[in-house]
């Protein structure tokens, strides 16, 4: 499972070294206290927020196919709930060629990249959608006009901008909606983007933010993907106290031994309500279309919407149908969709890291 790698640059660097290092307080911008809560991504969705640039400076030639991929997921999802997709005004015309009709809402704005799960608001029940200062996964990536996004997205949404001194992407946290969350150590408590910051503060933080009240701690691991090792690419809720987490066979990738150790943290785990996990396995597959060395070839980053699943299919066909045979398992009553994403999967990416759901 092996995810985008990255060139270092210094302006962003210095950027994202800086954030989060003024202390510790947390507000909101109209200046009330209050503690929210994060929603299940399974509970009932208003709609889904995606974005649709991705620039020819960070894509290349694979640019073409990153866009096909991005209409695809967005149409794909647009079956189940409504898609409001950020594009920048000079793609425009051909985001609207490629999603057509369908139920897929353009919202012009200034965008550096597409990830909208990592950049967007986290949107918590009662109104709200909290800003976590998106730095460019700790200076990695230009990110001056991403960092903008959460409050843009939560403006045009209609929902109260939660701020926080707090410094990660929504990619690197999972919550069963009952006070549970997933959370790895490899990128939050990393330096690049919250130095100082121990478990308890960030404990303290989720709690007001995201109305957290247990932390399953996975140690992830840094310095090898540009996102320093997200929880959605190693385990997922699929409701409270069921957990499905995913399993590197491949003895020379970087998570082979790490996704090991996941599973094994997991399976002793228990929920913010005192129950042990119940622990599904999404082995990856064998083969993939794509010769890309930051190819993510990975089940768990899928996306749960209205009525659906939307998860990849890499083309290894005995994989791709057991993660679905699993998925139907753990998600009954829903419909699910596998789609081809082998442009956006060979930019490190996957289904759950270009979306960000917006609860009912």
Request: glycine residues 12%; aromatic residues 6%; negative net charge.
């Amino acid at each position: 499972m092996k995810r985008r790698t990255f060139v270092q640059s210094a302006t962003a660097a210095i950027s994202g070294l800086f954030a989060g290092c003024t202390g510790r307080t947390t507000g909101t911008t109209s200046g009330t206290a209050k503690t929210w809560l994060m929603p299940d991504e399974g509970e009932p969705h208003a709609r889904t927020w995606m974005a649709f640039a991705a620039s020819e400076r960070i894509w290349g030639r694979d640019l073409a196919e990153v866009r096909r991929d991005l209409a695809t997921v967005a149409t794909t999802i647009a079956r189940f709930e409504p898609v409001s997709m950020l594009v920048r005004a000079q793609d425009v015309g051909q985001a609207r060629s490629l999603v057509g009709s369908a139920n897929v809402e353009l919202v012009t704005a200034e965008l550096d990249d597409l990830w909208m799960r990592d950049t967007g608001p986290v949107f918590v029940r009662d109104g709200g959608g909290v800003d976590f200062n998106f730095n460019g996964w700790g200076g990695k990536q230009e990110h001056l006009r991403d960092a903008r996004v959460a409050g843009f997205v939560a403006q045009r949404a209609g929902v109260e901008r939660v701020r926080t001194d707090l410094v990660l992407e929504g990619g690197a946290l999972e919550v069963d909606g009952e006070g549970t969350a997933i959370i790895t150590e490899s990128c939050v408590l990393n330096g690049n983007r919250n130095p100082g910051w121990s478990k308890r503060d960030v404990e303290e933080e989720l709690a007001h933010l995201l109305g957290v009240r247990k932390v399953i701690w996975l140690p992830g691991i840094a310095g090898r993907d540009i996102t320093d090792g997200h929880t959605d690419f190693y385990a997922r809720f699929a409701g409270p106290g069921v957990v499905v987490a995913g399993l590197d066979t491949d003895p020379e990738s970087f998570d082979h031994d790490v996704t090991r150790r996941h599973l094994d943290i997991l399976r002793s785990a228990t929920d913010a309500a005192g129950r042990l996990l119940r622990v599904e396995v999404l082995e990856g597959p064998e083969t993939v279309r794509s010769d890309s060395e930051d190819f993510a070839a990975g089940y768990v980053n899928f996306y749960v919407c209205n009525g659906a699943v939307i998860g990849p299919r890499f083309g290894d066909q005995r994989a791709d149908a057991a993660a679905k045979a699993t998925m139907e398992r753990v998600f009954p009553g829903r419909t699910v969709v596998q789609i081809d994403i082998d442009g956006i999967a060979a930019g490190g990416g996957g289904i759950h890291c270009t979306t960000q759901q917006q609860p009912r």
